[in-house]
Structure formats: C-alpha cells, structure tokens
C-alpha cells in the first residue's frame, strides 16, 4: 500500500529560477484516488536547504520523516527525503529533476523511490 501511495502523490515543484541558500521546513501532505477510491494520504515533515549554483542553477535538499496513512490500514511514520536541481535554460524555459526515496516500517516491503524530470516553460 506504501508504494502505491507513494506512487500517487505529487512531489515538491520545483522553479527554474535561482534560490536565496538557507534551511527551511517544508510540511507537504499528498492523498491519492485510483477513480474515486482513496487510497490514502502521505504527509512528508521535512527540514531541508536550498541555495544556487551558479547564476542559473540552483539545489535543495531535504529529509525527515513521513507519516503513511493508507486508506483501511495501519498508520506508520517512515524516514523520507528528496533531492533536486533546477537549471534556468532561458529567461521563460526550465529544466528540473528530483529524487526521492520513502521507507518502510515493514523489513518485508521495499523501500520506495522515485524519479521526475521535467520542464517548464513561462509565458
């Protein structure tokens, strides 16, 4: 049920932009629904840093913990963290990429990962 949880919930956005450093929290919580059966919610509480690289490129990196709530099942807290980058391509196009991993309570399950590549262009 973790992953498809996981699987369901939409990671942290990322802009094309460059970044002030410095640590920041980030609360994020993201429920899913295969048609209209809820599948559950995960909330991720996440102590991270941001900064730039360069002129045009900036990072983030964050961890803690997550609280899975699969919808009929038992609730756990597992570690989780994400990392990403984010290149300023031109003034109105981005390009962005993240990992992500979330972990398992159970020795029996997996832990979860997760990839996104993405661009993003301004109008």
């Known amino acids: 049920m973790i992953k498809s949880v996981f699987a369901a919930t939409a990671a942290l956005s990322m ?6 450093a410095g640590p920041y929290v980030n609360v994020e919580s ?3 629904w295969t048609g209209a059966d809820y599948a559950g919610a995960t909330t991720d ?30 609730a756990e807290t597992v570690p989780s963290g994400k990392a990403g980058i984010s290149l300023a391509a031109t003034e109105a196009l981005g390009v962005y990429g ?3 991993f979330i972990g398992s309570g159970d ?5 979860g990962y997760g990839a996104k ?4 262009y301004s109008f």
């Open 15 to 20: 802009s094309a932009g460059a970044a002030f």
């Open 30 to 32: 993201n429920a899913g």
């Open 45 to 74: 509480l996440h102590v991270g840093w941001e900064g730039p690289i360069g002129e045009s490129t900036s990072y983030y990196i964050q961890g803690g913990a997550s609280y899975v709530a699969p919808d009929g099942g038992d």
């Open 98 to 100: 993240e990992v992500s």
């Open 107 to 111: 020795d029996d399950i997996d832990r």
């Open 117 to 120: 590549l993405g661009v993003k």
